[in-house]
């Protein structure tokens, strides 16, 4: 017997009735579960992210609470894969994408923003219960976690984002290692958005610039004598940055180009990657979703001083933009970074 066939493969029914919302909660408790017992669930934990979903948003957080622990008291006396099957039969046709989305909501990892690969196993039979095709499941996942980067951004950008004005020319870097005049523009709807070792520029129409900044230590100047320069600027990207600043958002990000600069800051290391709906802005679809526009990205890895620097540009596609080839594309973005590392004054 699988791992879950006590659950997705139950013949057993409650009597009990449930409105296709609350079938919807009661998908979330079943996931919430399925890797524990229903005594660990944590009825308002879930009635908490429950209310945040647009499913319930005629409900209260009292209403909640109470259907979340119905359904718990459902799973405890006649076991979860009873509701999931009472469940999957209230489901309307409407709710069934919903639904998986909840059970996703359930084992994300909010911090990393990426389904734990412990989960995913769960994850594909509850798809195969509710008979989602797979590409459906993965677009429900991928707006899962968009929601929630989001939302993320929106935290960020209250607590650490400026709006810019004419006064304000340049931003200086907290520890002092450098300034740079601000590349984008307030009537364009500019912003400066920063936070400990990185600071972002970006408008309404697409455009961002972005400055990592680390500084170096005993350990990381011993593994660039031993790699060599350009290795080490190069993994740094590939085995560092991309994977955790781009790909865990977006798993269909790929490098497009590397190449090493030799002339440029006495050693500098280009990348490209492309990022299908990975632009910071969106666009509106017929149905009134917003889907993410698809972008470049380009990336410049370097040392100056005690610090290593990843200068980086992105641009954005409009749906019906006539892209250049990969090489133009690449070469524009190239020089925009390279431009703008000009402008700026290490210190």
């Known amino acids: 017997m699988g791992k879950y066939d006590n659950i997705f493969n139950s013949q057993e029914k409650s009597e009990q009735v449930l409105t296709p919302e609350e079938a919807v909660?009661?998908?979330?408790?079943?996931?919430?579960?399925?890797?524990?017992?229903?005594?660990?669930?944590?009825?308002?934990?879930?009635?908490?992210?429950?209310?945040?979903?647009?499913?319930f948003e005629e409900y209260s957080e009292e209403e909640i609470s109470e259907v979340v622990y119905r359904l718990i008291g459902i799973a405890e006396d006649e076991g979860i894969g009873t509701l999931f099957n009472t469940a999957n039969d209230f489901l309307s046709d409407e709710l069934i994408l919903d639904a998986f989305a909840a059970g996703v909501l359930m084992v994300i990892d909010e911090e990393q923003l990426i389904i734990p690969q412990a989960k995913t196993p769960l994850l594909k039979k509850l798809q195969q219960a509710l008979d989602l095709e797979e590409e459906e499941a993965q677009e429900i996942i991928q707006e899962v976690i968009a929601a929630y980067e989001e939302a993320e951004n929106e935290e960020y950008s209250d607590e650490n984002e400026t709006l810019l004005d004419s006064d304000l020319e340049?931003?200086?870097?907290?520890?002092?290692?450098?300034?740079?005049p601000i590349p984008v523009e307030s009537q364009r709807g500019g912003r400066v958005q920063h936070q400990e070792g990185v600071v972002g520029f970006s408008d309404d129409y697409g455009t961002l610039f972005r400055i990592d900044y680390y500084a170096l230590t005993p350990e990381e100047e011993e593994e660039i004598e031993s790699m060599g320069l350009e290795k080490y600027l190069q993994s740094v990207l590939i085995d560092k940055y991309v994977p955790q600043a781009i790909s865990d958002n977006l798993p269909d990000a790929k490098v497009e180009q590397n190449e090493y600069l030799e002339e440029t800051m006495d050693g500098a290391y280009f990348m490209l990657v492309n990022m299908p709906k990975g632009s910071t802005i969106s666009k509106q679809e017929n149905n009134g979703t917003a889907t993410r526009m698809d972008a470049y990205r380009g990336l410049l890895s370097f040392f100056n001083g005690e610090f290593l620097y990843i200068v980086s540009y992105q641009r954005s596609y409009l749906e019906d933009e006539t892209r250049g080839s990969l090489e133009e594309e690449a070469y524009h973005i190239k020089q925009n970074i390279l431009g703008f590392v000009e402008t700026i004054e290490f210190t």
């Open 25 to 55: 909660a009661a998908i979330a408790v079943v996931t919430a579960a399925a890797d524990s017992s229903v005594e660990d669930v944590d009825a308002e934990d879930i009635a908490m992210i429950l209310w945040e979903f647009e499913v």
């Open 170 to 180: 340049a931003y200086e870097s907290p520890l002092g290692n450098f300034i740079v």
